[in-house]
C-alpha cells in the first residue's frame, strides 16, 4: 500500500453517493507533507516526459499542481469556474458537468496563458468521469498545445474516466487508485499497484495497466 493509500485508510470518510471526502489533508485543509510526497510520485512517474506547463481547476487541484510545477521550475496555470468583473473575454472555454456539485460548469483560461508550444501536464485531485480532465483537454486542444500526461492523485477506478482516458491514449497516472468503497460499511478496497525495483535499489511503485 502505498502513502496516499495509508492516508485514505486513516482519515478518508465515504459519504452516499460515491463520494470520498478527504477534507482533513487534500480538499479543506491541506497537508503539506502529502502534496509534497503526491508531487514528487507525481514527477517520478512522468520521468523524462517533457513538461513546461502544469494545469489543473481550481479549486483543490491548484495545491497538487503548484507542488509538482515547482519541481519542474514551471508555471502552473488554473482553468477558472466563475466569470469575475475582471474575467477577459479573449478566453478558451469549455464546460464540464461537477460529479461533486451536480452542476454544469464553464471551465475558462485567458489565451494568453496557453500557448500551442506548450506541452502540459494536466492534474487534478479525483478522477471521476473524466468531465473535469476532458474540459482541461479541450482547452489544451483548442490552444493547439500538447498534453504531456495526466496526474491525479485519487482515481475512482469503478467510474469511467480513468478507463476513458487510457482508451484514448493518454498517459494518465493516479496514485491511488480505488476499486471499490461501501458508504455503510466504511470499507475502501484499492486496485494493486505493481512493486518494482529502481535502479538506486529503492523500491518504487509503479502501475501497470
Ligand atoms: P470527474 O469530472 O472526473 O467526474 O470528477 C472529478 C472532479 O470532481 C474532481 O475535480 C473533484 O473535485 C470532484 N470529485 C469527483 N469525485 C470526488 C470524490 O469522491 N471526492 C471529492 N472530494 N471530489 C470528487
Not at 115 to 122: C, H, P
Amino acid at each position: 500500500m502505498n502513502f496516499l493509500e495509508e492516508r485514505i485508510l486513516q482519515d478518508g470518510i465515504i459519504k452516499q453517493g460515491n463520494i470520498l471526502k478527504i477534507d482533513s489533508f487534500l480538499n479543506h485543509q491541506i497537508d503539506i507533507d502529502i502534496m509534497r510526497q503526491i508531487a514528487y510520485e507525481l514527477k517520478r512517474r512522468f520521468k523524462g516526459v517533457e513538461v513546461n506547463k502544469v494545469l489543473t481547476v481550481e479549486a483543490s487541484g491548484i495545491a497538487i499542481a503548484t507542488m509538482l510545477a515547482n519541481l519542474y521550475d514551471v508555471p502552473v496555470v488554473f482553468a477558472k469556474k466563475n466569470e469575475t468583473a475582471n474575467s477577459t473575454d479573449d478566453k478558451y472555454v469549455s464546460q464540464a458537468f461537477s460529479f461533486t456539485n451536480k452542476k454544469q460548469n464553464n471551465f475558462f483560461i485567458s489565451r494568453p496563458y496557453l500557448q500551442a508550444t506548450d506541452k502540459v501536464l494536466i492534474v487534478d485531485d479525483f478522477l471521476a468521469d473524466g468531465q473535469a480532465v476532458h474540459a482541461l483537454i479541450d482547452l489544451v486542444n483548442q490552444a493547439e498545445a500538447k498534453v504531456a500526461g495526466i496526474g491525479i492523485a485519487v482515481e475512482k477506478g469503478f467510474q469511467q474516466g480513468g478507463r476513458m482516458l487510457r482508451e484514448e491514449g493518454y498517459n494518465l497516472e493516479s496514485i491511488a487508485i480505488v476499486e471499490s468503497m461501501d458508504w455503510e460499511t466504511q470499507t475502501i478496497r484499492f486496485l494493486e499497484q505493481p512493486i518494482t525495483i529502481q535502479d538506486d535499489g529503492n523500491l518504487k511503485l509503479s502501475l501497470v495497466w
